[in-house]
């Protein structure tokens, strides 16, 4: 199936193997999940992303070796990681061509914003946490607080990798989906920089054997 957007260019859509994984996100907090409705409302694909990346995370998460609650946390944390985009304007998420400073000064903050959402609930708390350090990088290039290494919480780093790589294979206004061995090319060139190498094995050889089972 081609996309519509990008005509020659195989469509990212719920076909991949890692959407039709059941997931729930199990904490039942009405509250949180009738954001992620109006997530899902005010922009489709960011919400639909969430889901992709919950199912990779429960599926990379043993491989790095989280123990039971660490994953519960951390598949909680991805299902819920870009609820902070409910405070940046459409013309912002959905724009075509490159971000202004002003426009990427109210992207970056999106993951304190999801903290801030979450963390009146203290069930989800440490999942809170794990939301606002999603971009953060290894080596302590990401945002918003360039944390570096074992200051990222391990629930964090899998959710990282995680979520580069569906974004990667996925449609974008800026740009069309790149092939899983583009994305799989660019992961391995993040590895000890962008990605914990743990974490980043963990991801490749769960997408490696989706792809061989697909």
Known sequence: MESEAYPGRPARNASNTWDRQSFAPGDGIPALDALMQLLHAKDGYTASHC???????RLAGPRM????????TAVLAAFYHDIGKLGIVNSVLSKPGQLT???????????TIGRE?????????????VIQQHHESWDGSGYPMSLTEEEILPEARILRVCDVYDALVSDRPYRPAYAHSEAIEMIVNGIGTEFEPVAAEALLTITDELHKAA
């Open 117 to 129: 959402l979450l963390e009146s609930f203290l069930s989800v708390q440490r999942a809170a946490l």
């Open 51 to 57: 889901w992709r990346v919950s199912s990779l995370t």
């Open 65 to 72: 070796g989280l123990e039971p609650l660490e994953l519960r």
């Open 101 to 111: 400073a002003s426009e990427w000064r109210s992207i970056i903050v999106h993951p």
